[in-house]
């Protein structure tokens, strides 16, 4: 059976010393390929690793997003190209001995496991940036919200009093300018006393 050649720098010498026979050659170099997988996918696994505390401290959200993106979709390659492999092992099931296809099938196993642990994280800090924009989405909305209804009645009454009607006994009144400024500060303070009691403050 000849078998695909490698480019020198994907095997490790390591890896190399291994190979001790010509029926074992094909056996080691698949499973020297699937070796290669563990360096790319421990340094994803340390990078997501820090991603979780950092998307609660870190404000620059959109660049946190797209470093995350980058590493799921690292992690998706990856996944296809053991989730490939497995035909290849599944090619040589007949044709190597049972223990080094057992070695083969573990170390397969193994990757693709690390794979799908990188993707699922990935996935799960995607959703928590999600849950978090929304959250501070939603508390922008809540602070305009007191701000507009605060500035509500006192419209109203501004509104009232800026309409052009010839008789308004107010307009006449010599304190009908401080009991006016009276009048808005009492209702500001109902309204922050009403919102302090329903938690909203």
């Known amino acids: 059976m000849s078998c695909v050649r490698l480019q020198r720098n994907t095997i490790s010498t390591a890896h190399l010393l291994r190979i001790s026979s010509s029926r074992n050659t094909c056996p080691s170099i698949v499973l020297s390929s699937f070796l290669t997988y563990e360096r790319p996918l421990a340094q994803l696994m340390n990078a997501i690793e820090k991603f979780e505390p950092m998307l609660f401290l870190q404000k620059r959200m959109p660049a946190l997003l797209e470093d995350l993106y980058y ?75 007191v701000f507009s209804v605060f500035f509500m009645p006192l419209t109203f009454i501004v509104g009232i009093y800026g309409m052009n009607f010839k008789y308004m006994p107010e307009l006449n009144w010599p304190f009908g300018y401080p009991a006016l400024l009276l009048l808005m500060a009492g209702v500001t303070v109902l309204v922050y006393v009403w919102f302090k009691r329903k938690g909203w403050l």
């Open 71 to 145: 590493i799921k979709r690292q992690a998706y390659v990856i996944n296809k190209l053991l989730n490939l492999s497995r035909g290849i092992v599944d090619h040589l099931a007949e044709k190597i001995p049972a223990p080094d296809l057992n070695n083969l099938k573990d170390e397969l196993l193994r990757q693709y496991t690390n794979s799908d642990h990188v993707m699922d994280h990935s996935n799960t800090l995607l959703n928590t940036y999600i849950s978090l924009t929304s959250q501070r989405t939603n508390e922008v909305v809540r602070v305009l919200t």
